[in-house]
């Protein structure tokens, strides 16, 4: 088994996760960021994202001594034997990813990597960037690899820990070789094909996995005007082993930090390669509709008139189990419901009180019981378990109108009838 000297450069999601995990492997890992309160905090084992057994991992590579923190990649490359980049590439201009952070990191540190080095970028990418980082490096002794990831947030660490594939794509023989065993044990299918290939299984995924997304939802779109049930068509259909189980729940749409900026990056591509992506161009656009749709419940929820409503929201993450909120559906619906005049205040378990500013269209409470008090109209955009084991007789005493809007399906619709409520849901 060999260990080597890594070193990540961005310590977000997936930076802080690779970090720590490759620790626990045995590797020593370097961390740098450009955040200095971020590195302070880390260096004292503080990890400030909600992803489970993360900060134990943090707190035991700090004590064996194998994880570091440092402030800029500069500092962190010098000895290093493989460097991941895992830093942020969000939507750009017209819907291309923004590489800015990518390139800003490799000026700094072309003239630093040790001659041997391999240079992988975990970030999503578009096709070409590992051809491209290359050029830019103009370092003949330093090869580049495309490492993507594929975790998800809320569930990081079990992701990469036990992934059900690893992809490492290469030009180059001997690096993507070492990539790949800094993985060995976790013992895992890797597939090893070259660096564009590499980096569009990741676009690829995500975008098939928007694509099932929207064709669920238009799916309960359907349902809905023939009278079918959305779940039980999903879990009819899931069965099948081609289609599973996963990835069928109709929702207020998909977001986060990822699908919706890889299915434009995708597009952008497709457009820049004269390629008419339509089926993705349709799973883009359903999926604005399907946010449009929702508002339309939440509207006849309380009987057409939306402007001065006051609706109580449940739930602001993207999905359950994160406090992420980048691109979340929840902030999307809210918006466009504060539009139409409607007074939004919100509760989510994992969003503290205290971020009233993370959006100006919502006033964010630190209880269920505050979010619904005095509502036309509830309604649940994020799939936490426990808005199911609210005490919703309580609920119903506080809110002046009676409907409850669930988005997602998650609510028991016996026990919201005995607190004399009624349900709009999705598909049903
Ligand atoms: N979040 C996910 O679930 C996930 C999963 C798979 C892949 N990805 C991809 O991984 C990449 C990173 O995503 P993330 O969610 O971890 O991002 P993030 O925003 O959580 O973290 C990025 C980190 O990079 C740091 N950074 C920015 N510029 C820097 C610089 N010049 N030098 C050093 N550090 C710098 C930031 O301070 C931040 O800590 C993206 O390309 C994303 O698409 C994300
Ligand atoms: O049945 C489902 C499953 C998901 N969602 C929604 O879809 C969005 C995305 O969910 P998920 O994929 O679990 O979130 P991420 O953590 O952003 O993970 C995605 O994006 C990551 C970043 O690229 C990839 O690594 C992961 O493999 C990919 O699943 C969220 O709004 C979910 O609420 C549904 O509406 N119904």
Redesign the pocket.
């Known amino acids: 088994m060999s260990f080597y000297r890594v070193v990540v450069?961005?310590?977000?999601?997936?930076?802080l996760t690779t970090a720590a995990c490759l620790a626990s492997l045995g590797h020593h890992v370097v961390c740098?960021?450009?955040?200095e309160a971020?590195v302070a905090a880390l260096r004292e084992g503080r990890v400030s994202?909600l992803e489970p057994g993360l900060t134990e991992l943090v707190a035991k590579g700090l004590a064996a001594g194998r994880l570091e923190f440092v402030v800029?990649?500069r500092a962190a490359v010098g000895e290093a034997e493989v460097v991941f980049l895992?830093?942020?590439?969000p939507m750009g201009a017209g819907g291309a990813a923004d590489l800015s952070?990518v390139e800003?990191?490799i000026a700094?540190v072309r003239g630093l990597l040790p001659p041997g080095c391999v240079l992988v970028t975990?970030?999503?990418?578009p096709v070409g960037t590992a051809a491209r980082v290359t050029e830019l490096l103009g370092r003949g002794d330093v090869a580049v690899v495309s490492n993507?990831?594929?975790?998800?947030?809320g569930s990081?660490v079990d992701d990469f820990m036990h992934p059900d594939r690893i992809v490492v794509g290469s030009d180059v023989q001997h690096a993507a070789e070492r990539v790949a065993a800094l993985y060995a044990r976790v013992g895992v299918p890797t597939v090893l094909i070259d660096a564009a290939s590499a980096e569009m299984v990741?676009y690829a995924a995500n975008t098939f996995l928007a694509m099932k997304l929207s064709y669920v939802n238009a799916m309960a779109e359907l349902c809905e005007r023939l009278g079918a049930d959305i779940a039980d068509v999903a879990e009819g259909m899931g069965f099948d082993h081609r289609i599973g189980q996963s990835f069928l729940r109709p929702g207020p749409g998909w977001g986060?930090?990822?699908l919706p900026?890889?299915t434009h990056a995708l597009l952008r591509m497709s457009e820049a390669a004269g390629f008419d992506f339509s089926l993705l161009r349709a799973t883009i656009e359903t999926n604005e509709g399907q946010r449009d749709r929702v508002v339309e419940k939440v509207r006849a929820a309380v009987d057409g008139r939306l402007d001065g409503a006051r609706l109580g929201l449940l739930g602001l993450a993207f999905k359950a189990g994160t406090d992420?909120l980048r691109d979340s559906p929840a902030l999307a619906v809210a918006h466009r419901l504060r539009e139409e005049g409607a007074e939004l205040v919100a509760f989510d378990p994992a969003v503290p009180a205290a971020v009233v500013g993370v959006t100006d269209d919502v006033a964010v409470v630190s209880d269920a019981g505050q979010a619904v008090k005095g509502a036309d109209a509830v309604v649940v955009l994020t799939e936490w378990p426990e808005f199911r084991k609210l005490d919703w007789a309580d609920m119903a005493g506080r809110m002046s109108g009676r409907v409850v809007v669930d988005t997602r399906n998650v609510l028991d619709q016996d026990i919201l009838g005995l607190a004399n409520l009624s349900v709009i849901g999705i598909g049903r």
Request: hydrophobic share 35%; proline share 5%; net charge negative.
């Open positions: 450069v961005g310590v977000g999601y997936v930076g740098a960021d450009i955040d971020k994202i800029g990649a895992c830093l942020p590439t952070a800003a990191v700094e975990k970030s999503t990418v993507p990831e594929f975790l998800c947030e990081a990741k986060g930090s990822c900026k890889d992420d």
